[in-house]
């Protein structure tokens, strides 16, 4: 397309800068053809006019747009180029915190100076069996791709590892390494993988030092093949290294180190075993000081020392001979030191007795004379004569250093070697992938023969790397199909050739090194001679005749020739390496074995093994006289073989290539610095990369993919159901030059710019789009507020127009009010006053003429109390003198009388002296007597009469006695008063003087008191004010301690509140954890018990020959699953006669519902069937009694045969209705079923198919018994109708007309005599078998009552239940109901089979019978022979036995209990025809049994044996969901029933009578409670590792990439790693996979009878591992991160939750499990730019971590045009409020955690008395008690 298109006004630009490299800018007005000047605004703001290349006219490199920055992929642009690569990497790098990037096949990682998490074994599982490009880019990435390429093409792997000093080269292939040795793990027990990862550490300490630009620089290169068997497992490894920097043991520049372990050694040098090595600060040598930099920053040297140590000795170098290590390292300290002193200009010497000397010489173990002298002195030789020759100090120095050089690489190679011995395997190596960690471009201000070395190795690598890019492409084009041309690219073969070909710099170096006066300045004018002028590449500095020039691939380098033939020659004396060869320490000779077969340099490569996996070189013939001394070979030659050879290696593997770049050189993390990344990228060859994609088709996309991207901009008419013509079709119409784009087979290739173009219009489409959207909408909305305004002014009109009118006529009613009130008011004032006159008027007189009339009453009143007082006191007086006379009368009376009666007295006295007084007095007594009885009676009436009056008297007087007596009293009290007055009044007037006396002396000292009072009061009140101060203080101090203390108190209660609560909460953590331990430790003892088993079989298969036929399966499975494949195999020959008893076909599990379905149908046919035995019945008693009336009517002879008739049509009417209905039912279910029970080959639709089938089958059977049956009835009615069964008068008499023989007639009439015998006794025995039937039936309602009776029981035993429990134990006993239904159907059936078989040998006496009646036998056969046994048989029923819930079972028959019970059953058969459980029922009732017998050796040797066969089927069955999920069901089941029936209190609370009755009684079987408790937990962990195995592949795929809600996320343009599509093809997962997975699972579980709570923890765990495993995959990809994949998630994480809420399952707390998902998709989706957003940010997503929370909002990218990225400033926002957060550091969740298990006890309500053992299960053998 032309420039005029794409160079448009606000197109942005790169220009470029001397300060950033490429800067900006903005095009401020279309460019035109011919413009020499663009108009262009920078981001700064400044305008600027950008000049073009007059020759050149280039435009400036394009823009692309913002939603393609940052991509994964560099190749992945659309403007390819090196402004776009640098500022990708840059927002990569500086905004996202990325530090890989893919570009094409090259992996660029930036060293971010920083320790990131991203390096966990949490990420290594995340990216291992992952595809490279569905991930983000990453270290480990590579490797998986490596290590997975080796596995599926069997083709050898490389690893290229390259970059600058500093660049992270040495990290990146430890990291490399480290996957390798996690993801493959060992084939033995030796610990490769670890041996592996501690030559690490070891290679570091003796081959790493600090540089200015790197701290942990490595100074050598090495090439570590790690090797693998067949299994792709670590066997070994070997390494080789490459040019050792020598030169920095005796030299550092300034703030650089030695290395690292000279340091170590120096700062472990107090430790009692180095007492021996003399050591000191490292201040103190020579070789350690001359940096001035001997301490790194957080690094301490003393514990690195003890990794090196443990490193060697995990490798294998014991103790002798790392103190022997350490003995050279330190003389060579020792040896820095030693000091020369001038004799004279040609000769030096050394001190006597110089200490240093003397310690390198004790440590080396040689004599101190000899190592003095030929310090000081070299030997030199001639043709003739030998000749020492002493040296002057400067090359003494040097000669000293060449020594040291030396021995320390002599040390690293013999370090080497041992490392690659104890790496070395036996086992023979499959394959290996090799890890190259090598040196980057070099260039320094003055660059040597390391430099030149180093970038001639990069040339070589550089030429490979090209040409396999170069190769790959190729291979692209081909395998699409498309055509193409030859890429140009740069081909650095005459730079190669330059450096090694013949008369190259090589090969002169060497000559030159051969020559006896040969000289760096001889070597140079050879090379300006040679090359100069003659080759490109090669060039002279203007001032130097010293120097050199070539052009690298990279840029320039100036070499100085001053040491290079020192360099290459490496000489040292041989007289020293003599003196050292004699050392008495045994260590020192063997560095300096001979070596000529090694095959990499002696500064350099160390192993002389061959290399494993890899074609040997042929070693270099030796001609017959070629010395065997050291040091033949220079370092060059050696340096260029051992190049070769790596080159060679790298060739025939498949190389992957890792560029680490620095990004700046001051160490500061996360700081780019342009111009030094431009350095590097251009040196590395990633621009390379970029150039040679951009020269063909770097944009690729899928048809797919396009189409789903760019079909906004197609119409509908253009979508066809041909992608692929569709994708032509408008790429034509959009694209007019069709040299911009290619069609493949499955790919459209697009030239570099054109995925912009077309982002470009489809981002003008949406825009279109979007402001048409926008008119339309604003459009409305302004429409919207017209009307509204419009309307709202009517209403305030018409409100308005309403208040005046109601304003007047208020005003109107208000005067008329008004004038109403006036009249009111004056009426009421003038009313008022008249009532006020009135009322005072009334007031005056009611007054007056009250005190009128209370003056009269008062008079009246005062008079008649006068009179009152008056008569009182005058009958007072009265009754006083009437008292005082009478008193005085009646002494009177009484004196008198006792006068007069003295008198009489004495006169009695002398009377009664004499007789005749006597006598007389007795005359005329009698009469006296009865005249004085008279008189007594007389008396006695009277008196009576008088002592009536006298008691009334009495009372009157005694009335009036008490009143005298009151009134007397009351006198008496008055007078005793008056008397006391007086006294007082005397006493009060003696005291009055006396007080008045008193009170004047009172007075007085009343006087003196005051004075003081007032004095007193005065000092009182100044002290009351002072109190009352002080009570004010107090109390203000008192309401302050108040507070304080309510304050204290109320803090104290809140944090002991919190304390409680986070004790409490720490407690339950600490019990999770304590639990999660106990199940791990649990785990690893059950892991470790499964190696044990499997060692213990290995063991018994290498002692046993193996039988033929039995073999391992491949290799690719683990060792564990050949060891259980092999042991099942054996088992599988053992158990083929049992085997061969069983169903081809197990049974599918069964719908539950339609399981009940199809039973309660059963059920009805079998009461349909029974009334049709009813009416059957009825209609045989009515024939009965036709016959009981035919006897009586003997002409009616045929009634049995119709009877016969009417039954065979009735027996044929019913099995067509129970055809016809079976037909029916089979017909609706399959038309009414669920899809997935009731479709084709599904196994419910076989099991109920077979099942109807066999009905029908047995339908059949009976429909051609009852033909049977019809025709022998037919052929007995042909056989007696001729001759006795004429019913009909016409017939008979057409018979006797026919029968014209007499002898006929009588043989008839004696046939049809015979015949009323034979229905005789049919009858006889039909009324019998009628009344067994009627017993039967009998015994039948008594047993239904019975049953009747133990169903209301449960009931009322399940109404006492819980609500779940109740519905489990109604489900149970519902399902054992119809399971006892089915095996009393399959008794019917079988005694249906015998009762067949009994009529059909019946039938068979019939015939032969009828047969001897028709040849005239029949006289001769009595009616008794003929019929052997009834037809009907007679059913007995058995009595329900009274169980108590035992089996009994012999101990001999143990073995085959546990076989059938555990061993050999079948989950699947179980789970739909029994009850759940049942296995554990039937173990627990032969417990129960074994302790009713109280055996304790029964029991421990049955519960053994349980468990140990459980685990014999997990172990071998254990990838089977339903095995695991029914075994852990059915030990949870037994768990429950030992500690139902244990007889403690805790676990008796819900049983019934009947089930503490079952309890046992001699046994205690806690200990085999844990033991299944811990069983119980192991198979709990192993269901959620298959369900974790199961799940794993549907996560990513389901959750995250497939579209659930289609069209909302757009796809992105894709680099070279092309991405799993997002598009559902038949082999992609789903969420509609994995809802159907839970649902398999739940339903599984549930058809075996979980636990509610057990389900519950399940489906947690599998929630956990579905949530860990998306967010994991969510923080690992950028493309995923973005706000329409957010919603996608929440959508597919809404479908969970409704899942949950279907299966009841919202309190499990698996939605919570979901949360840090659920916040991770929210943080998608809101607004991330201002404070209050980053606020709701940190208040939101509380279950993310902070390093979670950063990372997102880092990978955060638009997908369009229309979405901004996060800021920089946001992202440190959110940082700063959650630096306080304290949360785990760990980025990704532990997707492997398994919660701990717990088992709450869920008593079952079955009754044990009534389980019923099935027939299927095997169990004859055992027996109900």
Same mark, same amino acid.
């Given at each position: 397309?032309?420039?005029?298109?794409?160079?448009?006004?606000?197109?942005?630009?790169?220009?470029?800068?001397?300060?950033?490299?490429?800067?900006?800018?903005?095009?401020?007005?279309?460019?035109?053809?011919?413009?020499?000047?663009?108009?262009?605004?920078?981001?700064?703001?400044?305008?600027?006019?950008?000049?073009?290349?007059?020759?050149?006219?280039?435009?400036?490199?394009?823009?692309?747009?913002?939603?393609?920055?940052?991509?994964?992929?560099?190749?992945?642009?659309?403007?390819?180029?090196?402004?776009?690569?640098?500022?990708?990497?840059?927002?990569?790098?500086?905004?996202?915190?990325?530090?890989?990037?893919?570009?094409?096949?090259?992996?660029?990682?930036?060293?971010?100076?920083?320790?990131?998490?991203?390096?966990?074994?949490?990420?290594?599982?995340?990216?291992?069996?992952?595809?490279?490009?569905?991930?983000?880019?990453?270290?480990?990435?590579?490797?998986?791709?490596?290590?997975?390429?080796?596995?599926?093409?069997?083709?050898?792997?490389?690893?290229?590892?390259?970059?600058?000093?500093?660049?992270?080269?040495?990290?990146?292939?430890?990291?490399?390494?480290?996957?390798?040795?996690?993801?493959?793990?060992?084939?033995?027990?030796?610990?490769?993988?670890?041996?592996?990862?501690?030559?690490?550490?070891?290679?570091?300490?003796?081959?790493?030092?600090?540089?200015?630009?790197?701290?942990?620089?490595?100074?050598?290169?090495?090439?570590?093949?790690?090797?693998?068997?067949?299994?792709?497992?670590?066997?070994?490894?070997?390494?080789?290294?490459?040019?050792?920097?020598?030169?920095?043991?005796?030299?550092?520049?300034?703030?650089?180190?030695?290395?690292?372990?000279?340091?170590?050694?120096?700062?472990?040098?107090?430790?009692?075993?180095?007492?021996?090595?003399?050591?000191?600060?490292?201040?103190?040598?020579?070789?350690?000081?001359?940096?001035?930099?001997?301490?790194?920053?957080?690094?301490?040297?003393?514990?690195?020392?003890?990794?090196?140590?443990?490193?060697?000795?995990?490798?294998?170098?014991?103790?002798?001979?790392?103190?022997?290590?350490?003995?050279?390292?330190?003389?060579?300290?020792?040896?820095?030191?030693?000091?020369?002193?001038?004799?004279?200009?040609?000769?030096?010497?050394?001190?006597?007795?110089?200490?240093?000397?003397?310690?390198?010489?004790?440590?080396?173990?040689?004599?101190?004379?000899?190592?003095?002298?030929?310090?000081?002195?070299?030997?030199?030789?001639?043709?003739?004569?030998?000749?020492?020759?002493?040296?002057?100090?400067?090359?003494?120095?040097?000669?000293?250093?060449?020594?040291?050089?030396?021995?320390?690489?002599?040390?690293?190679?013999?370090?080497?070697?041992?490392?690659?011995?104890?790496?070395?395997?036996?086992?023979?190596?499959?394959?290996?992938?090799?890890?190259?960690?090598?040196?980057?471009?070099?260039?320094?201000?003055?660059?040597?023969?390391? !430099?030149?070395?180093?970038?001639?190795?990069?040339?070589?690598?550089?030429?490979?790397?090209?040409?396999?890019?170069?190769?790959?492409?190729?291979?692209?084009?081909?395998?699409?199909?498309?055509?193409?041309?030859?890429?140009?690219?740069?081909?650095?073969?005459?730079?190669?050739?330059?450096?090694?070909?013949?008369?190259?710099?090589?090969?002169?170096?060497?000559?030159?090194?051969?020559?006896?006066?040969?000289?760096?300045?001889?070597?140079?004018?050879?090379?300006?001679?040679?090359?100069?002028?003659?080759?490109?590449?090669?060039?002279?500095?203007?001032?130097?005749?010293?120097?050199?020039?070539?052009?690298?691939?990279?840029?320039?380098?100036?070499?100085?020739?001053?040491?290079?033939?020192?360099?290459?020659?490496?000489?040292?004396?041989?007289?020293?390496?003599?003196?050292?060869?004699?050392?008495?320490?045994?260590?020192?000779?063997?560095?300096?074995?001979?070596?000529?077969?090694?095959?990499?340099?002696?500064?350099?490569?160390?192993?002389?093994?061959?290399?494993?996996?890899?074609?040997?070189?042929?070693?270099?013939?030796?001609?017959?006289?070629?010395?065997?001394?050291?040091?033949?070979?220079?370092?060059?030659?050696?340096?260029?073989?051992?190049?070769?050879?790596?080159?060679?290696?790298?060739?025939?593997?498949?190389?992957?290539?890792?560029?680490?770049?620095?990004?700046?050189?001051?160490?500061?993390?996360?700081?780019?610095?342009?111009?030094?990344?431009?350095?590097?990228?251009?040196?590395?060859?990633?621009?390379?990369?970029?150039?040679?994609?951009?020269?063909?088709?770097?944009?690729?996309?899928?048809?797919?993919?396009?189409?789903?991207?760019?079909?906004?901009?197609?119409?509908?008419?253009?979508?066809?159901?041909?992608?692929?013509?569709?994708?032509?079709?408008?790429?034509?119409?959009?694209?007019?030059?069709?040299?911009?784009?290619?069609?493949?087979?499955?790919?459209?290739?697009?030239?570099?710019?054109?995925?912009?173009?077309?982002?470009?219009?489809?981002?003008?489409?949406?825009?279109?789009?979007?402001?048409?959207?926008?008119?339309?909408?604003?459009?409305?909305?302004?429409?919207?507020?017209?009307?509204?305004?419009?309307?709202?002014?009517?209403?305030?009109q018409r409100y308005v127009r309403g208040y005046q009118a109601r304003c007047y006529a208020k005003f109107l009613r208000r005067t008329n009010a008004a004038t109403i009130i006036q009249k009111y008011w004056r009426m009421y004032v003038v009313k008022k006053k008249y009532q006020i006159r009135r009322a005072a008027t009334i007031v005056i007189q009611s007054y007056l003429r009250g005190y009128m009339a209370r003056n009269r009453y008062r008079k009246i009143l005062h008079e008649h109390k006068a009179i009152i007082i008056q008569k009182q006191v005058r009958g007072w007086l009265a009754r006083l003198h009437y008292k005082r006379c009478l008193k005085a009368i009646v002494y009177l009376q009484c004196c008198f009388r006792r006068m007069m009666a003295k008198r009489e007295l004495k006169k009695l006295k002398i009377e009664a002296r004499s007789v005749e007084r006597y006598k007389k007095l007795h005359i005329g007594m009698e009469n006296k007597i009865m005249q004085l009885q008279r008189k007594v009676d007389e008396q006695n009436k009277e008196y009576k009469s008088l002592l009536e009056k006298l008691t009334t008297l009495e009372g009157t007087y005694n009335s009036e006695t008490e009143k005298l007596r009151n009134d007397l009293s009351r006198l008496h009290l008055s007078e005793e008063e008056a008397k006391i007055a007086t006294s007082r009044v005397l006493s009060l007037q003696e005291e009055l003087a006396k007080l008045r006396k008193d009170l004047e002396r009172t007075q007085s000292e009343k006087k003196t008191i005051e004075e003081w009072a007032d004095k007193y009061k005065k000092e009182t009140e100044q002290l009351v004010s002072n109190l009352k101060e002080e009570n004010t203080l107090l109390k203000k101090e008192k309401e302050t301690l108040n507070h304080l203390i309510s304050e204290q108190a109320k803090?104290?209660?809140?944090?002991?509140?919190?304390?409680?609560?986070?004790?409490?909460?720490?407690?339950?953590?600490?019990?999770?954890?304590?639990?999660?331990?106990? !199940?791990?430790?649990?785990?690893?003892?059950?892991?470790?018990?499964?190696?044990?088993?499997?060692?213990?079989?290995?063991?018994?298969?290498?002692?046993?020959?193996?039988?033929?036929?039995?073999?391992?399966?491949?290799?690719?499975?683990?060792?564990?699953?050949?060891?259980?494949?092999?042991?099942?195999?054996?088992?599988?020959?053992?158990?083929?006669?049992?085997?061969?008893?069983?169903?081809?076909?197990?049974?599918?599990?069964?719908?539950?519902?339609?399981?009940?379905?199809?039973?309660?149908?059963?059920?009805?046919?079998?009461?349909?069937?029974?009334?049709?035995?009813?009416?059957?019945?009825?209609?045989?008693?009515?024939?009965?009694?036709?016959?009981?009336?035919?006897?009586?009517?003997?002409?009616?002879?045929?009634?049995?045969?119709?009877?016969?008739?009417?039954?065979?049509?009735?027996?044929?009417?019913?099995?067509?209705?129970?055809?016809?209905?079976?037909?029916?039912?089979?017909?609706?279910?399959?038309?009414?079923?669920?899809?997935?029970?009731?479709?084709?080959?599904?196994?419910?639709?076989?099991?109920?198919?077979?099942?109807?089938?066999?009905?029908?089958?047995?339908?059949?059977?009976?429909?051609?018994?009852?033909?049977?049956?019809?025709?022998?009835?037919?052929?007995?009615?042909?056989?007696?109708?001729?001759?006795?069964?004429?019913?009909?008068?016409?017939?008979?008499?057409?018979?006797?007309?026919?029968?014209?023989?007499?002898?006929?007639?009588?043989?008839?009439?004696?046939?049809?005599?015979?015949?009323?015998?034979?229905?005789?006794?049919?009858?006889?025995?039909?009324?019998?078998?009628?009344?067994?039937?009627?017993?039967?039936?009998?015994?039948?309602?008594?047993?239904?009552?019975?049953?009747?009776?133990?169903?209301?029981?449960?009931?009322?035993?399940?109404?006492?239940?819980?609500?779940?429990?109740?519905?489990?134990?109604?489900?149970?006993?519902?399902?054992?109901?119809?399971?006892?239904?089915?095996?009393?159907?399959?008794?019917?059936?079988?005694?249906?089979?015998?009762?067949?078989?009994?009529?059909?040998?019946?039938?068979?006496?019939?015939?032969?019978?009828?047969?001897?009646?028709?040849?005239?036998?029949?006289?001769?056969?009595?009616?008794?022979?003929?019929?052997?046994?009834?037809?009907?048989?007679?059913?007995?029923?058995?009595?329900?036995?009274?169980?108590?819930?035992?089996?009994?079972?012999?101990?001999?028959?143990?073995?085959?209990?546990?076989?059938?019970?555990?061993?050999?059953?079948?989950?699947?058969?179980?789970?739909?025809?029994?009850?759940?459980?049942?296995?554990?029922?039937?173990?627990?009732?032969?417990?129960?049994?074994?302790?009713?017998?109280?055996?304790?050796?029964?029991?421990?040797?049955?519960?053994?044996?349980?468990?140990?066969?459980?685990?014999?089927?997990?172990?071998?069955?254990?990838?089977?969901?339903?095995?695991?999920?029914?075994?852990?069901?059915?030990?949870?089941?037994?768990?429950?029933?030992?500690?139902?029936?244990?007889?403690?209190?805790?676990?008796?609370?819900?049983?019934?009578?009947?089930?503490?009755?079952?309890?046992?009684?001699?046994?205690?079987?806690?200990?085999?409670?844990?033991?299944?408790?811990?069983?119980?937990?192991?198979?709990?962990?192993?269901?959620?590792?298959?369900?974790?195995?199961?799940?794993?592949?549907?996560?990513?795929?389901?959750?995250?990439?497939?579209?659930?809600?289609?069209?909302?996320?757009?796809?992105?343009?894709?680099?070279?790693?092309?991405?799993?599509?997002?598009?559902?093809?038949?082999?992609?997962?789903?969420?509609?996979?994995?809802?159907?997975?839970?649902?398999?699972?739940?339903?599984?579980?549930?058809?075996?009878?979980?636990?509610?709570?057990?389900?519950?923890?399940?489906?947690? !765990?599998?929630?956990?591992?579905?949530?860990?495993?998306?967010?994991?995959?969510?923080?690992?990809?950028?493309?995923?991160?973005?706000?329409?994949?957010?919603?996608?998630?929440?959508?597919?994480?809404?479908?969970?939750?409704?899942?949950l809420r279907d299966k009841n399952l919202m309190n499990s707390g698996a939605k919570e499990t979901l949360e840090p998902l659920i916040q991770a998709a929210q943080l998608l989706q809101v607004k991330k730019k201002t404070d209050e957003d980053a606020e709701a940010i940190c208040s939101m997503c509380n279950a993310l971590t902070t390093a979670q929370i950063v990372k997102v909002l880092n990978l955060y990218t638009p997908v369009n045009e229309f979405e901004e990225r996060v800021s920089v400033s946001f992202i440190r926002t959110i940082q700063m409020r959650l630096r306080d957060r304290k949360d785990s550091p760990q980025l990704l969740m532990d997707a492997k955690h398994i919660f701990p298990v717990t088992f709450p006890f869920n008593p079952s309500s079955l009754a044990l008395e009534t389980i019923q053992i099935p027939t299927s299960l095997g169990l004859g053998f055992i027996a109900r008690v």
């Open positions: 397309m032309a420039a005029s298109e794409l160079y448009t006004k606000f197109a942005r630009v790169w220009i470029p800068d001397p300060e950033e490299v490429w800067k900006s800018a903005e095009l401020l007005k279309d460019y035109k053809p011919g413009d020499t000047v663009l108009q262009l605004h920078l981001e700064g703001g400044k305008d600027l006019e950008y000049r073009l290349d007059p020759k050149t006219k280039e435009l400036p490199h394009l823009r692309n747009p913002d939603i393609l920055v940052g991509e994964n992929d560099l190749t992945a642009l659309s403007y390819l180029h090196e402004p776009a690569v640098l500022h990708n990497l840059r927002v990569r790098f500086i905004d996202s915190k990325l530090i890989y990037t893919y570009c094409g096949i090259v992996l660029v990682a930036i060293n971010p100076y920083e320790q990131l998490p991203i390096y966990g074994e949490d990420i290594i599982n995340a990216y291992s069996g992952q595809n490279m490009g569905d991930m983000d880019p990453h270290i480990f990435a590579v490797a998986e791709e490596a290590y997975k390429q080796m596995a599926r093409d069997e083709r050898n792997q490389s690893i290229i590892v390259s970059g600058e000093s500093g660049a992270g080269k040495t990290v990146s292939a430890k990291y490399a390494m480290r996957y390798f040795a996690t993801v493959s793990g060992s084939a033995s027990e030796a610990n490769v993988e670890e041996k592996v990862l501690a030559s690490n550490p070891i290679m570091e300490s003796i081959g790493n030092a600090k540089t200015t630009r790197n701290d942990n620089s490595s100074r050598f290169g090495k090439y570590i093949e790690i090797g693998f068997d067949k299994r792709y497992r670590i066997i070994g490894a070997n390494m080789r290294t490459y040019l050792l920097e020598k030169s920095r043991v005796v030299f550092q520049a300034e703030e650089e180190r030695n290395y690292h372990i000279f340091y170590q050694l120096c700062a472990s040098a107090k430790l009692p075993e180095f007492k021996m090595l003399r050591l000191g600060n490292a201040d103190y040598f020579h070789y350690t000081k001359q940096g001035g930099s001997p301490v790194i920053d957080g690094v301490d040297d003393a514990k690195e020392m003890v990794h090196t140590r443990q490193a060697c000795t995990l490798l294998g170098i014991n103790e002798s001979y790392q103190m022997g290590i350490f003995r050279i390292l330190a003389g060579i300290l020792h040896l820095g030191n030693v000091g020369f002193t001038s004799r004279d200009s040609d000769s030096c010497s050394i001190p006597p007795k110089h200490e240093p000397l003397s310690i390198f010489c004790d440590l080396m173990g040689v004599e101190y004379d000899e190592m003095s002298h030929w310090l000081c002195h070299r030997k030199l030789a001639t043709a003739t004569e030998t000749y020492i020759k002493p040296i002057p100090k400067l090359q003494a120095t040097n000669a000293r250093d060449a020594l040291a050089k030396h021995i320390y690489a002599k040390l690293f190679n013999w370090i080497v070697d041992h490392v690659n011995q104890a790496l070395h395997s036996a086992v023979k190596q499959h394959s290996f992938i090799g890890v190259l960690d090598i040196y980057g471009f070099e260039t320094f201000e003055i660059n040597s023969f390391e !430099q030149f070395c180093i970038n001639y190795a990069n040339e070589k690598l550089q030429q490979q790397f090209n040409m396999h890019v170069f190769k790959l492409e190729q291979e692209e084009y081909m395998k699409e199909q498309i055509p193409w041309t030859l890429i140009d690219f740069y081909d650095n073969q005459p730079c190669i050739n330059l450096i090694e070909a013949k008369l190259g710099i090589l090969d002169l170096l060497d000559e030159e090194c051969k020559m006896p006066k040969g000289s760096d300045d001889t070597w140079a004018q050879k090379l300006y001679n040679t090359h100069l002028n003659k080759c490109a590449l090669f060039e002279k500095p203007r001032m130097s005749n010293k120097a050199f020039i070539i052009q690298h691939f990279a840029d320039k380098v100036e070499y100085q020739c001053e040491g290079f033939l020192e360099k290459n020659k490496d000489t040292v004396f041989e007289e020293q390496i003599k003196v050292l060869k004699s050392s008495k320490f045994k260590m020192l000779p063997e560095l300096f074995q001979d070596d000529e077969k090694a095959i990499s340099p002696s500064s350099a490569t160390p192993s002389g093994r061959t290399p494993l996996s890899r074609t040997p070189i042929k070693p270099t013939k030796v001609r017959p006289g070629q010395s065997t001394k050291e040091h033949k070979k220079t370092v060059g030659h050696q340096f260029r073989n051992s190049l070769h050879l790596l080159m060679e290696t790298l060739n025939a593997t498949t190389p992957h290539y890792v560029r680490c770049i620095k990004p700046n050189d001051f160490k500061f993390p996360f700081t780019f610095d342009e111009k030094r990344a431009v350095q590097q990228l251009r040196a590395c060859g990633v621009l390379e990369t970029i150039r040679i994609s951009a020269a063909g088709f770097p944009s690729r996309w899928t048809y797919q993919e396009f189409f789903s991207r760019y079909r906004v901009l197609m119409k509908q008419k253009d979508v066809l159901s041909d992608r692929k013509q569709t994708c032509k079709n408008v790429l034509e119409k959009l694209i007019l030059d069709k040299d911009k784009y290619q069609f493949g087979k499955t790919k459209i290739f697009f030239r570099a710019g054109q995925v912009a173009y077309l982002e470009k219009i489809r981002a003008d489409k949406l825009r279109a789009a979007c402001i048409r959207i926008q008119k339309t909408i604003r459009g409305w909305l302004l429409r919207k507020k017209y009307l509204r305004m419009r309307k709202a002014a009517i209403t305030i803090e104290f209660t809140e944090t002991m509140e919190k304390k409680l609560i986070e004790e409490t909460k720490q407690l339950e953590l600490d019990l999770n954890d304590e639990r999660l331990r106990y !199940q791990n430790l649990l785990n690893e003892f059950s892991r470790l018990e499964e190696r044990y088993d499997d060692l213990k079989e290995e063991m018994t298969l290498m002692v046993n020959v193996p039988k033929p036929g039995h073999r391992r399966t491949d290799s690719t499975h683990s060792s564990n699953e050949s060891e259980y494949t092999f042991s099942s195999e054996i088992m599988e020959t053992e158990d083929i006669p049992l085997r061969m008893e069983e169903p081809s076909e197990k049974k599918a599990p069964l719908d539950m519902s339609l399981f009940l379905k199809l039973q309660k149908r059963v059920t009805e046919l079998e009461l349909e069937k029974q009334a049709m035995q009813d009416e059957l019945d009825r209609k045989e008693e009515q024939v009965l009694r036709s016959k009981a009336k035919e006897e009586e009517r003997p002409q009616i002879r045929g009634a049995e045969l119709e009877y016969e008739s009417l039954k065979r049509q009735e027996l044929e009417s019913e099995n067509k209705k129970l055809k016809n209905e079976l037909n029916e039912l089979r017909k609706a279910l399959s038309e009414k079923g669920a899809p997935e029970v009731t479709a084709p080959g599904a196994p419910a639709y076989r099991v109920l198919m077979e099942q109807l089938t066999s009905v029908s089958e047995e339908l059949d059977v009976r429909k051609e018994e009852v033909l049977i049956l019809r025709s022998q009835l037919v052929s007995q009615k042909e056989a007696i109708q001729p001759k006795n069964t004429m019913t009909d008068s016409t017939i008979l008499l057409e018979d006797v007309q026919k029968m014209k023989d007499k002898g006929e007639i009588a043989q008839a009439y004696i046939g049809l005599k015979e015949t009323n015998r034979l229905l005789e006794s049919q009858l006889q025995s039909q009324k019998k078998s009628h009344d067994n039937e009627t017993e039967a039936l009998r015994g039948e309602i008594q047993s239904l009552k019975e049953e009747n009776n133990r169903q209301q029981q449960l009931l009322a035993q399940n109404l006492q239940l819980p609500p779940e429990a109740r519905i489990e134990a109604s489900l149970q006993h519902e399902i054992t109901r119809l399971t006892n239904e089915n095996l009393d159907l399959m008794e019917q059936l079988e005694k249906q089979d015998k009762t067949v078989r009994k009529l059909k040998k019946q039938l068979k006496v019939f015939a032969k019978k009828i047969g001897e009646l028709e040849v005239g036998q029949m006289e001769n056969i009595s009616p008794g022979q003929i019929i052997d046994e009834p037809i009907r048989p007679v059913n007995i029923p058995r009595k329900e036995k009274d169980f108590q819930g035992m089996l009994e079972y012999k101990k001999d028959d143990e073995q085959k209990l546990v076989k059938n019970l555990i061993l050999d059953l079948k989950p699947r058969g179980v789970a739909v025809n029994l009850i759940p459980g049942l296995p554990a029922y039937i173990l627990f009732m032969c417990v129960r049994h074994a302790d009713y017998l109280n055996d304790d050796q029964k029991v421990r040797s049955l519960l053994t044996s349980t468990i140990n066969s459980i685990k014999k089927v997990l172990k071998k069955r254990g990838d089977d969901f339903e095995t695991v999920s029914f075994w852990l069901s059915n030990t949870c089941r037994f768990l429950h029933c030992l500690k139902q029936y244990s007889g403690e209190e805790g676990f008796m609370k819900h049983n019934t009578p009947r089930q503490n009755e079952h309890c046992l009684t001699n046994f205690d079987l806690a200990e085999y409670r844990q033991v299944l408790s811990d069983l119980a937990i192991q198979i709990y962990q192993q269901l959620v590792r298959v369900l974790e195995n199961i799940l794993q592949p549907m996560i990513v795929s389901g959750m995250l990439e497939h579209e659930t809600i289609q069209g909302v996320s757009g796809v992105k343009p894709t680099g070279l790693r092309k991405r799993t599509s997002s598009i559902a093809d038949e082999g992609t997962y789903t969420l509609d996979s994995i809802l159907r997975q839970l649902n398999s699972f739940h339903s599984v579980m549930c058809q075996h009878g979980m636990d509610p709570e057990l389900i519950k923890q399940v489906v947690k !765990q599998m929630f956990y591992i579905v949530g860990a495993i998306t967010l994991n995959n969510l923080l690992l990809r950028k493309d995923m991160c973005s706000w329409s994949k957010g919603m996608q998630i929440r959508y597919n994480v809404s479908q969970l939750e409704e899942w």
